[in-house]
């Protein structure tokens, strides 16, 4: 007889989590689900899902848990407090944190977890919506190499690149240097689009000749195309990516670096977000040029 699978408590079911989700309900691990909104969970619960009406409920009915929400204030109100995770779940349940936060928060949890004998890990993601529902995410982790060896099996269902960084706070530095290097490289795509247009070019065929080239990126093969077409709709939203950017600035004045590409890229997407663009997808750099 196979030994029984762990039941999964999730935590934050949006654009992201919920595909995460759905690829471990159909991998066939019992998974209860907390969200602030009952409507966003309703679609996980008629495949098997089961419902927790509070953080607190969830982490009492759970082996593992793990966090997908929207900013580090989110991640603090669910972990944090006498209603949070780490005060409620039993010892040696495993927390992994895969929202983008901060590196700071990332080892105050783990320092606060490990006086109650909890497992914790930081596993920030990068792929958007298309790797979250093809299970080909990145996955950036920090924490202790045995935990993360006895949780890599559910990575392998999320990501196609998982990798352990370092201790904890270490997956969550890897991010923002995967946030800085798409923050200028975004530049750099919405601006060869808008000059492609300018000089009369067909897009679709300027595509074709520079994503296989040097210019190739992440970026120019998977929303470029989405621009082209006007979908601005969100693999990954501008209000969360001004968040990443705005951690990132933070953790590099603690280190007293300065990155103009990172902060010109910033006070871009401020802008766009400020004529209404926050809920929109990344690409919606465009519309800057307009």
């Not at 080909?136 to 202790?144: A, F, N, R, T, W």
């Not at 679709?204 to 080239?213: F, K, Q, R, Y």
């Not at 990516?241 to 103009?260: N, T, V, Y």
Request: proline content about 4%; overall charge negative.
């Amino acid at each position: 007889m196979s030994e029984a699978k762990p039941t999964i408590g999730f935590v934050g079911t949006g654009v992201m989590g919920k595909s995460m989700a759905r690829r471990l309900i159909e991998a066939d691990y019992p998974m209860n689900i907390y969200t602030r909104t009952y409507s966003k969970a309703e679609e996980l619960l008629a495949i098997g899902a089961e419902w927790k009406d509070s953080v607190k409920s969830l982490a009492q009915a759970s082996d593992i848990v793990i966090t997908m929400v929207g900013y580090p204030q989110d991640v603090e109100e669910v972990y944090f407090g006498e209603d949070g995770l780490i005060a409620n779940v039993r010892p040696s349940t495993y927390l992994i944190d895969m929202t983008t936060s901060s590196p700071d928060l990332a080892r105050e949890i783990a320092d606060l977890a490990g006086e109650r004998d909890v497992h914790v890990l930081d596993a920030p993601v990068s792929g958007g919506d298309i790797g979250a529902k093809n299970g080909k995410l990145s996955i950036m982790v920090g924490g202790e190499e045995k935990d993360f060896n006895h949780v890599r099996s559910l990575f392998e269902i999320l990501g196609g690149q998982i990798v352990l960084q370092g201790p904890a706070g270490a997956g969550q530095y890897t991010k923002m240097c995967n946030q800085i290097a798409i923050a200028t490289n975004m530049i750099g795509v919405t601006e060869a689009l808008v000059y492609a247009e300018k000089a009369g070019l067909d897009p679709d065929t300027v595509l074709e000749s520079i994503s296989g080239g040097a210019a190739g990126s992440w970026s120019l093969s998977n929303l470029t195309p989405r621009v082209i077409k006007r979908d601005f709709s969100p693999g990954f939203f501008v209000k969360h990516f001004i968040k990443d950017m705005g951690i990132a600035l933070e953790s590099a004045e603690k280190m007293d670096l300065h990155l103009p590409g990172l902060k010109l890229a910033k006070q871009m997407y401020d802008r766009i977000a400020v004529d209404g663009e926050a809920d929109s997808g990344t690409q919606a750099l465009y519309k800057y040029y307009q």
